[in-house]
């Protein structure tokens, strides 16, 4: 059965430290795609990244970079050098398959509540 | 490019009314769109999917009759809760997949509706 988890309920550091969110996923599927979206307290969903199962490599972008390791099945997010306005919940999610005819139904973890505090 | 807008942003209604929620792709057409509830503090919920010129699948759990979904253009999806109720009051939001060149799916959140029943 595809399950992601995030067992991290909720974080709060102090702004300038670094933070890392955990993901871990299961799935069945050689080929799927793995994500995370942070939704700031508007509610509207930001996509962060999408990682395809066949590449491993890490990923930075700005303070933001992705450790995903398919040994762990975990796909980890860590900010570097925490600001307020990262105050969000940050979800990961799956989806399995190149494409699923037209669906591309995404499985979610229970999201990481992060509070950056000044 | 891919944007999805909803609309209403927010709507309050009385017990016993209904409400209908549009989902728009704007830029793209997209012949499947999901549909997600979202209570507070926790995780997205997928209710349907909404297929053009179909009817929408439903997941196990949520009723068809009261969350009546109507994909009727390549653009357009709508969501209506009848009769609502206080328990129906959350967060929906909606996706809809952009197909790219060689058939690779993408999923575009719409920034979500507030529906308060009361």
């Known amino acids: 059965a595809q399950k992601v988890t995030q067992a991290q309920t909720e974080i709060s550091v102090v702004e300038k430290e670094d933070v890392t969110l955990d993901c871990v996923y299961e799935t069945r599927d050689t ?10 307290p508007s509610g509207e969903l930001v996509f962060l990244i999408r990682r395809n199962s066949f590449d491993e490599q890490n990923e930075i972008s700005g303070r933001y970079s992705w450790n995903f390791q398919k040994s762990t099945s975990s796909f980890n997010f ?20 190149y494409n699923a005819g037209n669906n591309r139904k995404l499985i979610w973890g229970l999201g990481t509540s992060l509070a950056v505090n000044p | ?78 969501l209506t809760v009848t009769s609502a ?9 909606c996706s809809a ?4 060149d060689r058939g690779f799916h993408e999923q575009y959140f719409g920034p979500g509706t507030r529906l308060t029943v009361t």
């Open chain 1, 78 to 97: 860590t900010i570097t050098a925490s600001q307020v306005v990262d105050s969000a919940v940050y979800f990961c999610a799956l989806s399995e398959g």
């Open chain 2, 97 to 100: 997949i952009y197909v790219r």
């Open chain 1, 31 to 40: 080929t799927y795609y793995l994500f995370w979206y942070k939704q700031p």
């Open chain 2, 1 to 78: 490019g891919a944007v999805v807008s909803q609309h209403p942003s927010w709507v309050i209604c009385k017990s016993g009314t209904s409400v209908k929620i549009e989902c728009r792709s704007l830029d793209f057409q997209a012949t499947t769109m999901f549909w997600y509830r979202q209570f507070p503090k926790q995780s997205l919920m997928l209710m349907a999917t909404s297929n053009e010129g179909s009817k929408a699948t439903y997941e196990q759990g949520v009723e068809k009759d009261k969350f009546l979904i109507n994909h009727a253009s390549l653009t357009l999806s709508t």
């Open chain 2, 85 to 93: 109720h206080p328990e129906d009051s959350s967060f929906y939001i």
